[in-house]
């Protein structure tokens, strides 16, 4: 069989005396849609900063296609394909729409120092291949006419959109969105449902999502993990997950129970 | 031509070359020609600055520490070569070779800052290099092999504003074509947001690290053309007010906008020139000038923001 694309075993993380997340075991499939719920503080965002290596785990190990990942730097991760979106959005501000997307697709552009001061054919035709690539991406999310506007100039749906594409552009196996809805309103969470589905079947990926909006992951997830307090306390599919009473009486509450 | 931005470069210094050579025949007063390669080399210095501290967002205070390891490097060579290979057809290669040197050793001292200052930022990382430059000061003042604390003197005058304006569009070339591409825009990505960056597959120690080894091997290159245009160095010329010097140059041309410090360069080094009829009160008009300048336009002396786009939409609670 084949290794899962994410694999935590009992992961934990400690800052200080808080265990923000406390002994996390969960797979995420090739191609799967998940999802991880749960209150305010729960450790979700924590996770994330764990898989993308941004902080070490206190205990237990991460996989990525069967692969530890313990001493690898976050870019060493990204090459790995791994990609992510920030739940308090982090768009580089001073770079143009389409700059922002170049930067990470950097990642697959073969020349680096030398090509950029000698501009010889090799370099101009990467760079052609590049923006193609960045602009194929932004077209997906209908943000190509935006491509030379500074990127802090985009409504706030639109960076969250541009943020996803930014984290298409390093060609990602496993991508982890950080509550990509928040802000936006009804008729763009729905186009913004379609679109992640869309993405997966498209490029192949599995995707790790983290949102409060329950329509949309009961919509979209095909797993669905529950973190509490650190604790993961329920896994399984938007059914079992709506009618599960430890999950209602924890974050969910009475309203979205069956 | 924005093709082929290497012809710009060809031209830039064909155009110096010729210039040089026809200023002094055409009775060009020298005065205005030392001046023309002080502009030089301030534009280099402070282009090669607004690499770190514009483009990639790091805070050195130390850039005349690597202009004095070039000055010294450089000067050094020359004075004990000069003698030996006196005629004047190897002269240009000679100082081409020294100021290579130079800007090679003070790319190693940027080697040399810029590792061990990678987790530091902001405020830490300006006293480090601050530091840094005051080090350099030191073992420069107690070396008698360089003069110690009176200098090296009688360096011969190799620096024509022909090899400045030269060697200040290499610079400018290397800065621009390097933040112009893919590759390049990683500078401005560390500079904007780390974390992302490095989310993004962006090896930030790296492009951290390549700012400060290239911004430090021109600084260096500016030393040995100072040091070959004045003809005297001393271990007090590249002390801290020189680092800030270049630092306000970069501030006063809008952190990381290439045009606008170079135009910055040439107005700060202008502008004590002009108040030279004032004498006594020169240095207090300058300090009041920049200061109202900087209060006037804080974005940049030539920064006028794009105001394009839709505003930013509400912020979700
Ligand atoms: N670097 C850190 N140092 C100390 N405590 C931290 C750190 N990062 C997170 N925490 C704590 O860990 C807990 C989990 O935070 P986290 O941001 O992961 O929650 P979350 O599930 O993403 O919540 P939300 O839904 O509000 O985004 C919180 O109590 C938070 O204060
Ligand atoms: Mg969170």
């Known amino acids: 069989m084949k290794p899962p694309r994410l694999q935590l075993d009992s992961v934990t993380i400690r800052f200080g005396g808080l265990t923000a997340v406390s002994e996390v075991s969960l797979i995420v499939g090739d191609r799967e849609l998940a999802g991880l719920i749960g209150p305010n503080g729960a450790g979700k965002t924590t996770l994330f900063n764990l898989v993308t290596a941004v902080y070490q785990p206190t205990e237990g190990t991460i996989r990525l296609g069967g692969e530890p990942t313990d001493r690898l730097e976050p870019h060493q991760l990204t090459a790995r394909g791994v990609a992510r979106t920030f739940q308090n959005i982090r768009l580089f501000p001073s770079l143009s729409v389409l700059d922002n997307v170049r930067v990470a697709a950097r990642l697959h552009c073969p020349h680096g120092l030398r090509q950029s001061l000698w501009r010889g054919a090799a370099f101009r035709a990467a760079e052609a291949a590049v923006e193609k690539e960045s602009l194929e991406l932004l077209n997906i999310f209908d943000l190509a006419r935006y491509r030379d506007e500074p990127a802090k100039s985009l409504p706030y749906g639109n960076q969250r959109r541009l943020e996803i594409v930014r984290a298409l552009a390093t060609r990602p196996r496993l991508l982890l969105l950080d509550e990509p809805a928040a802000g936006m309103n009804p008729t763009e969470k729905v186009a913004l449902t379609q679109l992640i589905r869309e993405i997966r079947d498209r490029f192949q990926l599995a995707v790790l999502l983290v949102e409060h909006d329950m329509q949309l992951v009961m919509d979209l997830c095909e797993r669905i993990h529950v973190l509490d307090h650190g604790v993961k306390i329920a896994e399984g599919s938007p059914t079992e997950i709506r009618s599960n009473p430890q999950v209602i009486e924890a974050y969910l509450g009475p309203d979205h129970a069956l | ?317």
């Open chain 2, 1 to 317: 031509m924005k093709r082929h931005p290497q012809l710009w470069l060809l031209a830039a210094i064909i155009l110096a070359a010729v210039l040089s050579a026809s200023a002094r025949p055409a009775g060009v007063n020298p005065y205005y020609l030392g001046v023309a390669v002080d502009v030089g080399i301030n534009v280099i210095l402070a282009v090669s600055l607004n690499l770190i501290n514009g483009h990639t967002g790091q805070f050195s205070l130390g850039h005349a520490g690597f202009m004095a390891v070039g000055a010294y490097v450089a000067s050094s060579i020359t004075l004990g070569l000069a003698a030996r290979f006196g005629g004047p057809a190897l002269t240009p290669l000679l100082f081409a070779g020294s100021l290579l040197a130079g800007g090679l050793a003070a790319a190693l001292a940027g080697l040399a800052v810029g590792v061990p200052s990678l987790r530091l930022r902001g405020d830490y990382l300006a006293i480090v290099t601050l530091g840094f430059g005051e080090i350099i000061r030191v073992i420069l003042q107690t070396t008698d092999a360089v003069g110690a604390a009176s200098g090296l003197k009688g360096i011969p005058k190799f620096t024509s504003f022909g090899w400045a304006w030269a060697l200040a569009a290499l610079t400018v070339y290397v800065v621009a074509c390097l933040v112009n591409s893919t590759y390049g825009r990683g500078f401005i990505a560390v500079h904007d947001d780390e974390v992302a960056a490095r989310s993004m597959g962006i090896n930030t120690t790296r492009y951290k690290v390549t700012a400060f080894v290239i911004g430090a091997f021109f600084a260096g290159l500016a030393g040995g053309l100072y040091a070959h245009h004045k003809q005297f160095i001393s271990p007090g010329g590249f002390d801290f007010n020189k680092s800030i010097e270049i630092v306000v140059m970069v501030i006063l041309g809008g952190m990381g906008r290439t045009a606008g410090v170079i135009a910055a360069a040439i107005v700060l080094t202008l502008l004590p020139e002009v108040l030279r009829p004032v004498a006594e009160y020169r240095m207090i008009l300058y300090a009041l000038l920049i200061l109202g300048l900087m209060l006037a336009r804080p974005q940049g002396l030539f920064t006028w923001e794009r105001r394009t786009g839709a505003k930013p939409g509400p912020q979700p609670t």
